[in-house]
């Protein structure tokens, strides 16, 4: 693979060889073969060290405020609220923007300098804007060979032109079961074909749930044909 994320001249050979080249569009990576931009980005270290913010000063939005006190009364420690927090205040402003940032900081009383640094390690937290829906497609092993490159391309595609929409390729998203699959805004959704991506839109961008019957969360197993057999009753014990 080149640093531009485009298969070597080798590599093509070989997929011409086994029939595969047109069926198989590599998935871009950054420098050093993340697929997470901005990884490699230096911390700024002329910026002037952080203060807390001052509550008199920083107005933070009732229900933000109460979703954080609450987390942090879920641990001895209030630092360790800080990856819901962040979460409660990706969803009220879309990002961890500056000031997203400015108003954690003032209720958990830590530097934004120290939620940054989670923010940036974190790749669900996002610290550019993006759409506020997102489209995760797993292309990891297992969805791959079911065709998840093709998916994420089709969405991507369709969803170029839709800046509510952030999607991504993401690592495995632990539902191999039902590959190709997405998360979409956390539900899962799959298996998948690009037949699938146009309703997928449609349905996200009414609010309305995402094709019900490939959520996950609805089916009782991932195979539907499991457990369909009729099961004699056991032996009551010593008889
Ligand atoms: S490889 Fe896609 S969910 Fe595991």
Known sequence: MSASGEPSDEVLDTLLT?????????IPRYAGGSRVPGWDE????????????????????????EQIEAHMADYPDRRSAVLPALAAAQRIHGWCSPEAI?????????????LESVATFYD??????????????CTNISCSLRGADALFETISQAASQEPDVNVRSFECLGACDIA?????????????????????????????????????????????????????????DGE
């Not at 230096?42 to 405020?65: F, G, H, N, Q, S």
């Not at 669900?124 to 497609?137: A, D, I, K, W």
């Not at 298996?191 to 094709?211: F, N, Q, Y």
């Open 18 to 26: 086994l029939g595969l080249a047109g069926q198989r569009r590599p």
């Open 180 to 236: 190709p699959m997405a998360s979409v805004d956390g539900v899962y959704v799959g298996p998948l074909t690009p037949a699938d991506v146009p309703r997928l839109l449609e349905d996200l961008l009414a609010g309305r749930p995402v094709l019900p019957d490939r959520q996950l969360a609805r089916r009782a197993v991932a195979d539907p044909h499991a457990n369909s057999r009729e099961f004699a009753s056991p032996e009551p």
């Open 42 to 65: 230096p911390a700024d270290l002329a910026k002037d060290p952080a203060e807390i913010p001052d509550p008199a000063t920083t107005d933070v939005p009732a229900d933000l405020r």
């Open 102 to 114: 400015e108003q954690v900081a003032c209720v958990m009383r830590v530097t934004p300098a120290y």
């Open 124 to 137: 669900m937290l996002e610290t550019t804007p993006v759409g506020r829906h997102s489209v995760y497609v």
